[in-house]
């Protein structure tokens, strides 16, 4: 079965700390598919990154780099010089075509000025 | 502007009764899903749909009802059979069904028990 975990309940950093966002998933599948979410205070999940199985390239938005290292099935999300606007709960999730999304639980970021 | 929209944003339900959340896109998605969040948790799958006329059981289904008459729409119906019904609810679409695509959702709809 399909899990992903995010073992960070929730992260405080201070403004123009770097931080990083640990998700870990478990699948026998080959081909499968995982996103990162940010859910701000108003409760809309807004789309961040989508990456596939067979692409192991580090990806790097702005102040935003993902790290997926399929050897430790790991798809960890950087946040480079943090800011205020960045505190929001973030979600990892997989997708293996079976049905829909398997999130994790979420971490909570909080940034503080 | 494209989108998806809830409604609505706040919602009370009493003892034994039915409510129904709304779900609206005009994005042309052909799929849409309906998934639950509780307090310091991720989202569980209530019920999704590929197609219209078409759809099928999430995770947790029990208690909840949908249809899909239209492409647009993909009412979320919570029954009094739901007995612990207050959570967060979120609508997603994507363009097609099938692995990889990816969801887009909507702003929630925040239900409460009175």
């Known amino acids: 079965a399909q899990k992903v975990t995010q073992a960070q309940t929730e992260i405080s950093v201070v403004e123009k700390e770097d931080v990083t966002l640990d998700c870990v998933y478990e699948?026998?599948?080959?081909?499968?598919?995982l996103f990162w979410y940010k859910q701000p205070p108003s409760g809309e999940l807004v789309f961040l990154i989508r990456r596939n199985s067979f692409d192991e390239q580090n990806e790097i938005s702005g102040r935003y780099s993902w790290n997926f290292q399929k050897s430790t099935s790991s798809f960890n999300f950087t946040i480079t010089a943090s800011q205020v606007v960045d505190s929001a709960v973030y979600f990892c999730?997989?997708?293996?075509?079976?049905?829909?999304?398997?999130f994790g639980s979420g971490t909570r970021l909080q940034v503080q000025p | 502007d494209g989108g998806i929209t809830q409604s609505p944003k706040y919602l009370f339900r009493k003892e034994g009764q039915n409510v129904t959340l709304s779900c609206e896109q005009n994005?042309?998605?052909?799929?849409m899903y309906w998934y639950r969040q509780d307090p310091g948790q991720g989202l569980r799958l209530i019920y999704y749909s590929q197609i219209v006329n078409d759809f099928q059981k999430g995770d947790i289904a029990e208690g909840y009802s949908v249809s899909r008459e239209k492409k647009e729409s993909f009412p979320l119906t919570v029954t009094s059979a739901q007995k612990n019904p207050t959570a967060f609810y979120l609508c997603a679409s994507s363009n097609r069904p099938g692995i990889g695509e990816t969801q887009y959702f909507g702003p929630g709809t925040r239900l409460l028990v009175l």
């Open positions: 699948t026998r599948d080959t081909t499968y598919y």
């Open positions: 994005l042309n998605h052909d799929a």
């Open positions: 999730a997989s997708d293996t075509g079976r049905r829909a999304l398997t």
